[in-house]
């Protein structure tokens, strides 16, 4: 019964078997390796882009704040949601390796509207030389809340960034989740929206740990170059990057693993509901955000559930409602689930 994090799961087999095979003999290193050329003939293909620049990455949070510094100048803000895993989870990161520039939270929500984004980028450079600059657009699809962005709504954003000439970042750490909800293609939910640059997640569908950052652009190809390795993120032994990745986009196994972790998503809110809980949004993807009477979250922890509490603590008056969060990765047993809305029913 853990919904604690789809970060939790184990690696489908197809990945381990992938680097157990990259594993025989020897391949050049830093990138060069083969595996990695079809990688990126992979993505180009999948995301209609021919000319896209691709590169790989272990973690999320090296993805987004590489991808922002190649994107931010040092003197601009970058704006985003205050619920953004850049702003609240990455420990400065993006203001670090963009050597200063600033986070400018657009909204308090999960989604920006046109109209906030709009009124943000206003708020800017009114002071002349003595204030931040504009910067990039920075965009999470899944939500940090478990929502996701239409097609249409990162269109008008697109249009207003580009109004003001800025660049529009996609923290995608959860990508093939927000696609299959929405039921679009690649291409659909990224470049043809506006979006410049992509954080393409697969530590979160499965992989052991590797991220995909595409830039539409090819120009920004060079500066990324320099900035991932400087950023002590250029893997000597690349290919291990490079063999979960094509793994992990053959046979659309992306594609099934979240199908299924939004599927085991759907299935715990039905119960959810059932239950009486309130959700905080209508869950869209793979992450709920549910209230539960304190007393319900103690006897599901000591049935030995595993899920973060959000907004309150174990300890207080039984009957107060506590919103939790509650993440199902591609692997979870739906037998867990049943065991799990039978100890919330009971």
Request: glycine share 8%.
């Amino acid at each position: 019964m853990h919904f604690a994090s789809d970060n939790s799961g184990p690696v489908p087999q197809q990945i381990l078997d992938a680097l157990a095979k990259a594993n025989q003999g020897y391949a050049m290193g830093y990138g060069a390796d083969a595996e990695m050329a079809e990688v990126t003939a992979r993505i180009r293909e999948i995301f209609e882009a021919p000319e896209a620049a691709v590169y790989l990455v272990a973690t999320g949070t090296a993805a987004n704040v590489l991808a922002l510094s190649t994107l931010a100048q040092p003197w601009q803000t970058i704006f985003c949601t205050r619920p953004a895993h850049i702003l609240q989870d990455e420990c400065n990161g993006p203001e670090f390796f963009t050597g200063g520039a600033k986070l400018t939270p657009v909204t308090d929500a999960d989604k920006m509207t046109p109209d906030a984004l709009r009124a943000a980028i206003e708020g800017e450079e009114v002071r002349g030389v003595h204030g931040p600059q504009r910067g990039p657009v920075s965009l999470s699809q899944v939500t940090e809340l478990g929502t996701v962005y239409t097609v249409a709504e990162l269109e008008a954003l697109g249009a207003v960034a580009r109004e003001y000439g800025l660049p529009v970042h996609m923290d995608g750490a959860r990508f093939a989740n927000a696609l299959v909800s929405l039921g679009c293609t690649p291409a659909e939910m990224t470049w043809k929206a506006g979006v410049d640059a992509v954080s393409f997640g697969g530590t979160k569908n499965g992989c052991l740990g590797v991220e995909a950052v595409i830039f539409f652009d090819p120009k920004h190809a060079q500066e990324f170059e320099y900035r991932r390795k400087r950023g002590a993120h250029l893997f000597s032994k690349h290919r291990y990057l490079s063999a979960q990745m094509l793994a992990y986009l053959s046979d659309d196994l992306w594609l099934n693993n979240a199908r299924a972790a939004n599927a085991k998503a759907a299935q715990l809110a039905e119960g959810l509901r059932a239950a009486g809980a309130e959700f905080t949004h209508e869950p869209q993807a793979n992450m709920l955000f549910a209230a539960l009477p304190r007393a319900q979250h103690q006897a599901l922890f000591e049935a030995g559930a595993v899920y973060h509490l959000w907004d309150g603590a174990l300890d207080g008056p039984a009957d107060d409602l506590v919103t939790a969060r509650f993440v199902c990765d591609w692997s979870l047993p739906e037998d867990r689930i049943r065991a799990f809305l039978a100890l919330l029913q009971g």
